[in-house]
């Protein structure tokens, strides 16, 4: 039973607020609320004293410094007096630095932030309890209307009440320590450190006119390699002054308690829990290679004192300040994520030629692309591309790439799509149509949907096959079309086994639910079925069965072969047979087809090899892997990179690095490209062509992901359904007119977007 006292509707009478934590976050909505509403009465607990505090300075970003423009004009104002503006970013890399300008950065010392937030809070009437541990927040729930925990990472509010928060705690990899440089850079700098034990690197902004913040940062296997973790502070700044020679010129750094750490990210599923309300790095974490968790909080504050104001009620206004704030910092963990695990894989990158190494750096969150980096500083983009190869005037998505024997005109991918139009495995005119209409749509590489290797090898009864002369001669009649029609184009067979994931119906009839007649026996590495309850249970495949599968295999290759298609696909992701041997959930064997990795790839392999064999040696031969199973206990990304190399090993010509399918009980962490760091990850440690895929959207991704060498290829799904001419409008959109996006000829009239009716109205001609 609840033991908070019932709470009247703001505006009945002024809340009571209690605050947990003295930080910017908690201090800044202590003025916004006081300052909407001078009768509240809202005090701040705070255990340090005024002056204490960790870090030196931090970084806020043109919105949150309007944001705090409109919402208290006096705090801005004075702000903005102590703030160090700058527009630049520098990247040290191997004795050479390289300088991105047009970024715009501000930022100002922590201890001056809450010196000016400590004056705003006395002078609106806010009372301050310095040196005071606050009482547990179930406490202060009963004697307040709103508790507001911005207690930080280390919540004690957040613990207490972990069954409705239900946080995530996730520590990273890397090591890293805040210190501080008693000169002010004149841009944001990073600068990288090879040593014998490892890469380490630091990060430096200038946040006063004579002061500069610096993070030293390395995996933990380096640092302690090293001897960081045994040095004192002192010891520690003359080693950084070795290390960084570019940026501290042999200057010393120093401390303020600085201690060495590992990030952890805190994602909690609930903010709220009745009256209590979680804010700042309470609610969550962002790694500072994105920006500063100050950011985050100062704009916490703010939404949630609008949402106090805007709502009828408290429930109300904290539903409202969590519905709004989710989404933001989902969309900014995301950007963090990739951000840091770029950092914590820097090994892998710093190979690079220079422009290319310091572009992948600056694009390494996904935040800053290709497009707008152009916009910020053209000349760097351009030296990049010009570093890179990329002929003038042409768009890094528009470059040709050579697999093998194989000659593509672009980096851009019809990813396959099931389509579950066939007849008895028999592609027809709905094949000809779709496929077609996306090979003379641009692309470099259209791909089939997955071409079966046998009836029982069907996910639906509509799929595709290719183990009959009639389905062989109506995929000659596709290829057949897209070469005479589209002769710079290439068309790629992906050739599958649906496993335990077959015989279901068809996917707008209810995806992965079986039939409900005329099913056929499965066969899986293990008797599990893929819904537990819901699916039919597999048989397990014997070394019998499992010859037999893989000479389907090749006889659908020698088939494929002949249809006349220019590469083929080997389908080993997303649970269907072979993706079934590679995953430990999945592969429960006991014989020599089980257990370890490189038991769980002997089948696929084997497979492989056959396909190989039976495909023409000129031709490539791609596969397509699931880099990770989004489920405890499964496939992992060193996995997958084990699993990359072995098919490179035994003749891959690329990776196309897929995620998840294979449980049902997958929790993918979505968003925009969530995919793409699995494929940067194995095409940079690997130097193994890859087709990145995963929500890859837009033209200005693609480039990106080319041109920072995180992917060769990039493979579209649903921009494609969207619209079949996806590529030869991304040319038109960037003014692009060269080899690498040809119009057929009966299109070349369109390749200029039509003219639409006025919407601007005739300005006035006079103000008065």
């Known amino acids: 039973m609840s033991t908070a006292r019932p709470k009247a509707a703001p505006g009945a009478r002024p809340l009571r607020v209690a605050v947990v934590g003295g930080g910017p976050g908690g201090l800044y909505a202590a003025v916004l609320l006081k300052r909407l509403d001078p009768m509240r009465d809202v005090t701040v607990y705070e255990r340090n004293a005024p002056g204490d505090t960790f870090g030196f300075g931090v970084v806020l970003s043109d919105e949150t410094v309007g944001g705090i423009e409109n919402a208290d004009p006096e705090v801005f104002a004075t702000l903005g007096a102590h703030m160090v503006r700058w527009d630049a970013i520098e990247v040290v890399h191997r004795g050479r630095t390289l300088t991105s300008s047009g970024h715009g950065f501000a930022a100002l010392g922590r201890r001056t932030l809450l010196s000016v937030l400590h004056a705003r809070c006395r002078e609106l009437g806010v009372v301050l309890r310095f040196r005071t541990e606050a009482p547990p927040a179930a406490e202060l729930a009963r004697d307040n209307d709103l508790v507001i925990a911005a207690d930080g990472v280390h919540s004690a509010t957040r613990a207490a009440h972990a069954e409705v928060f239900r946080p995530t705690l996730t520590t990273h990899r890397c090591r890293y320590i805040w210190l501080a440089a008693d000169f002010a850079l004149d841009a944001f700098r990073f600068e990288i450190a090879e040593t014998e034990h490892g890469l380490l690197q630091l990060h430096a902004y200038p946040y006063a006119q004579d002061s500069s913040t610096t993070v030293i940062e390395a995996r933990e296997e380096v640092w302690r390699a ?56 309470a609610a969550h974490t962002a790694h500072f290679s994105v920006g500063s968790g100050t950011k985050l909080a100062v704009e916490d504050a703010l939404a949630l004192a609008a949402c106090l104001r805007e709502q009828p009620d408290l429930p109300a206004a904290l539903a409202a300040y969590e519905a709004e704030r989710k989404p933001v910092v989902r969309s900014t963990q995301r950007a963090a994520h990739a951000s840091l695990t770029w950092f914590e894989e820097l090994a892998g990158y710093t190979g690079q030629p220079p422009y290319r190494f310091a572009f992948n750096l600056l694009t390494r969150s996904r935040r800053v692309t290709h497009a707008n980096l152009r916009l910020r500083d053209a000349e760097f983009v351009a030296a990049t591309e010009k570093e890179a190869g990329v002929p003038p005037d042409t768009p890094p998505m528009f470059t040709p790439f050579r697999l093998r024997g194989l000659s593509l005109r672009n980096r851009v991918v019809v990813s396959p799509m099931d389509m579950y139009k066939s007849e008895q495995g028999v592609p027809g005119d709905f094949h000809l149509v779709h496929l077609g209409a996306r090979a003379l749509g641009g692309a470099g590489l259209t791909m089939t949907e997955m071409v079966c290797v046998s009836e029982r090898g069907r996910i639906t009864p509509g799929c595709a096959g290719l183990w009959n002369d009639e389905q062989e001669a109506a995929w000659r009649r596709v290829t057949s079309f897209v070469h005479q029609q589209s002769p710079t184009a290439a068309i790629g067979l992906q050739l599958g086994h649906s496993g335990r994931k077959g015989s279901t119906r068809l996917m707008w009839e209810g995806i992965d639910e079986p039939l409900p007649e005329g099913n056929w026996p499965l066969v899986a590495a293990s008797p599990l079925p893929y819904r537990p309850g819901v699916s039919r249970p597999p048989q397990e495949l014997t070394p019998g069965g499992m010859a037999a599968i893989r ?31 590679l995953s430990p959930l999945t592969n429960r064997r006991t014989d020599g087809y089980g257990g370890s990795l490189s038991a769980r790839l002997r089948y696929p392999l084997e497979v492989f090899d056959a396909v190989r064999e039976a495909w023409p040696a000129e031709r490539p031969v791609t596969v397509r892997i699931s880099a990770t199973d989004w489920a405890p206990g499964g496939t992992t990304g060193d996995d997958a990179v084990r699993i990359a190399a072995a098919f490179a090993e035994h003749g891959a010509d690329a990776i196309d690095v897929s995620t998840g399918q294979v449980v049902a009980h997958e929790r993918p962490d979505f968003g925009r490209s969530y995919q793409t760091p699995y494929a940067d990850r194995i095409r940079n440690l690997l130097g193994v062509p890859v087709i990145a895929v995963g929500a890859v959207s837009s033209w200005d991704d693609v480039n990106s992901l080319v041109l920072a060498g995180r992917a060769d290829l990039c493979a579209l799904a649903r921009p494609h359904l969207y619209d079949p001419h996806w590529t030869l409008h991304a040319a038109a959109e960037q003014g692009y007119e060269g080899p690498g996006a040809p119009w057929p000829e009966p299109y070349r009239a369109g390749s200029r977007r039509p003219p639409t009716g006025r919407t601007d109205a005739p300005k006035p001609r006079l103000a008065l």
């Open 551 to 581: 000479d389907e295999f090749a006889s659908a290759a020698r088939r494929g072969a002949r249809a006349g298609f220019d590469l083929l696909e080997l389908h080993c992701a997303h649970g269907y047979l072979l993706s079934g041997f």
């Open 226 to 281: 090293s001897g960081l973790d045994r040095l004192d502070e002192g010891e520690l700044a003359a080693r950084c002054a070795e290390l960084f020679p570019r940026t501290l010129r042999g200057r010393t750094l120093r401390g303020n308690r600085s201690q060495w750490t590992a990030f952890r990210t805190v994602v909690n599923e609930r903010w709220s829990r009745e009256n209590i309300v979680l804010l700042g790095d």
